[in-house]
């Protein structure tokens, strides 16, 4: 990847879920912390006890940012918190497809750095877990994620309309643009 | 805008039917209750057969993390309602067993103190009593607990990360709600009799200890332990299914939570009812 190789982590079971799901706001599980609701998916999948994934999980949690919050309880943290800690939750399990619903929307400027800096940085040696192949998100709005190198689509009444790249995506109807893009309409 | 208020949802109306109309409306609404309750226990049975077939296959492959959440299960439900089920079996042992001793012994009829008391309080009031403990000390908060999670989306989060819920959530309660009415019943019941013994001492009894435990072991038959144990894991069974069910069987918002919680209580009283009648039924035939 990127002239790096990286070796892939091992998946955590064998039932484990290859797709996950990010939602917004996180849904993590409001009776454990942070570090139970990392830890929880991996011990299910392996059959373990908590101890057996401490410190996974701390890596995990330092390589998210979330290091000083592993004993809080969701409730006691902020919403960007939560949905990094969902997003941590997820590559907990080693995706190969990660859905990602709206994970700009009510997050400050600072958030919004830190997911497309996630998102786009390449890996580093120290993290625990590699981004997957592919990532999906659904959003309102494209502008903060419009790169060379993803593709679009649109999901309207129920069907789904492929609109390619970047380039692709400037050709298509103005209509569209300024729905997808909030384009000013044009000067009459 | 008056009329607009009026035909909003849970506004009370007053029709003006006259009253062949009312009792139409009367037997409607029984039968769709009716029909609503055999669909309930025809999905409670469903979801009964699903958890016992998913703590039957998949246990295994999770039980380094169920296990502790059983035993943790067990001490919630069970250990920690000890205090307050001696309290209970005190008051019980004073209300029932000190007053029934006390009155039998004045008319003269002692032989008859051992089979009243296991009649009564081993038989009908001990198991019930645990029963209702459990349910609103341990059943309310599982359905308030299960039905805020399904609420806030928790259920589907766990789904999505390939945990089965039944397995994490359900199975874990129900063993554990089970077997602490188990033992609370067994609990309650000594410790309502010895309780009771001790208040007709209280009031000058003329019956010694040994008497009275002696008409307590003659009228205890192998049918009443078999049943006991029974009848109390049959309401431990009822509890934690009735609350789990009401919590996750369908799609909720969080304003509903209250609303199903009552609905669990009442589904719970009504069904360790119709199981104390069924037992009355089996107690008769033995």
């Known amino acids: 990847m990127r002239g790096r190789t990286h070796s892939r982590p091992k998946p955590p079971g064998r039932a484990a879920s290859r797709r996950v799901r990010v939602w917004r706001r996180g849904r993590l599980f ?23 994934v401490e410190v996974e999980v ?14 809080r309880l969701p409730g006691q943290v902020n919403g960007a918190c939560r949905q990094r800690a969902a997003l941590a939750r997820a590559m907990a399990l080693v995706p190969e497809v990660l859905f990602l619903d709206d994970p700009l929307a009510e997050l400050n400027t600072a958030q919004v750095h830190w997911w497309l800096n996630w998102l786009g940085a390449p890996p580093r040696p120290t993290d625990v877990r590699s981004r997957p192949a592919t990532i999906v998100v ?51 | 805008m008056a009329k607009g208020i009026a035909a909003a949802p849970g506004w009370p109306r007053v029709d003006p039917r006259p009253a062949g109309a009312w009792m139409r409306s009367s037997l409607r609404w029984a039968g769709g209750w009716l029909l609503a309750a055999a669909d309930t226990v025809r999905r409670l049975l469903a979801f009964s057969l699903i958890t016992l077939g998913v703590a039957a296959t998949r246990y295994r492959s999770a039980s380094a993390l169920i296990g502790p959440l059983i035993l943790q299960q067990v001490a919630t439900a069970g250990l920690r309602l000890l205090p307050i089920t001696a309290v209970i079996a005190a008051a019980m042992g004073w209300a029932i067993v000190g007053q029934t001793v006390a009155l039998l012994t004045q008319v003269g009829v002692q032989d008859l103190i051992g089979v009243a008391m296991v ?34 989306g928790e259920v589907e989060a766990l789904e999505a990360l390939g ?49 009275y435990f002696r008409q307590l072991a003659l009228a205890l038959t192998w049918q009443d332990f078999l049943l006991l144990g029974l009848k109390a894991v049959s ?8 609350t789990c069910f009401q919590g996750l069987s369908r799609a909720l918002e969080l304003r509903e939570v209250a609303q199903i919680t009552g ?8 069904g360790c009812v119709v199981l104390d009648a069924l037992f009355i039924v089996l107690y008769l035939l033995l």
């Open chain 1, 30 to 52: 409001g009776h454990l912390t942070l570090a139970q609701n990392l830890a929880l998916p991996l011990c299910y999948h392996r059959n373990c006890r908590p101890d057996a």
């Open chain 1, 138 to 188: 659904a959003t309102d709005d494209l502008r903060p994620w419009l790169a060379d190198d993803r593709q679009y689509a649109l999901l309207h009444d129920g069907r789904w309309q492929v609109l390619g790249n970047r380039d692709q995506l400037a050709a298509s109807p103005a209509s569209l643009r300024r729905e997808l893009l909030a384009e000013p309409p044009a000067p009459r």
């Open chain 1, 58 to 71: 701390d890596r995990l949690l330092a390589q998210f940012e979330l290091q000083p919050l592993a004993l």
């Open chain 2, 263 to 270: 609905v669990a209580v009442v589904a719970s009283l009504l």
């Open chain 2, 235 to 242: 309401f431990g069974l009822v509890i934690a299914l009735a």
């Open chain 2, 163 to 211: 945990i089965d819920p039944v397995l994490l959530l359900v199975v874990p309660r129900v063993l554990g709600m089970t077997v602490a009415v188990f033992a609370l019943t067994a609990y309650l019941v000594v410790g309502a009799l010895v309780a009771g013994y001790g208040f007709a001492f209280l009031q000058d009894v003329p019956l010694t200890p040994g008497d």
């Open chain 2, 119 to 152: 009649t009564a309080v081993v038989r009908e009031l001990g198991p019930l009593a645990t029963a209702l403990l459990v349910l609103l000390r341990v059943g309310v908060p599982t359905v308030v607990q299960l039905g805020t999670a399904r609420a806030l």
